[in-house]
């Protein structure tokens, strides 16, 4: 199985910065696709930025020129710098990984417990 733990959200005001990580461990063949998603409160989850194995990268229109999501293969780590941040921006942010458990496995789903992030006025 995979485990997901996200760290770095918090309080910030509008205009701040804030990285987010999200770290996977477990025992699992292969790690593909690493995504970022928002929930803001009485919302749906939506995407906020994805990135493939190999690194190329896909945002939501809202956070395009403002967040950056990378990932650290050695690790087994993805993080996401948000800048500018906006009071909209506030919500759940959830990191999902799609893993392989072993070789020739589907590429399965998995999410973290996500991490609160709030940015005031």
């Known amino acids: 199985q995979v485990q997901l733990v996200e760290s770095g959200g918090g309080l910030v005001q509008a205009g701040g910065s804030l990285r987010l990580s999200c770290a996977a461990s477990g025992r699992f063949f292969s790690l593909n696709d690493m995504s970022w998603y928002r929930q803001a409160p009485g919302k749906q989850r939506d995407l906020v930025a994805s990135?493939?194995?190999?690194?190329?990268?896909h945002y939501a229109n809202s956070v395009k020129g403002r967040f950056t999501i990378s990932r650290d293969n050695h690790k087994n780590t993805v993080y996401l710098q948000m800048n500018s941040l906006k009071p909209e921006d506030t919500g759940v942010y959830y990191c999902?990984?799609?893993?392989?458990?072993?070789?020739?496995?589907?590429?399965?789903?998995?999410w973290g417990q996500g991490t609160q992030v709030t940015v005031s006025t």
């Open positions: 990135i493939t194995s190999t690194a190329p990268t």
């Open positions: 999902m990984a799609q893993a392989q458990l072993y070789y020739g496995d589907v590429s399965r789903e998995n």
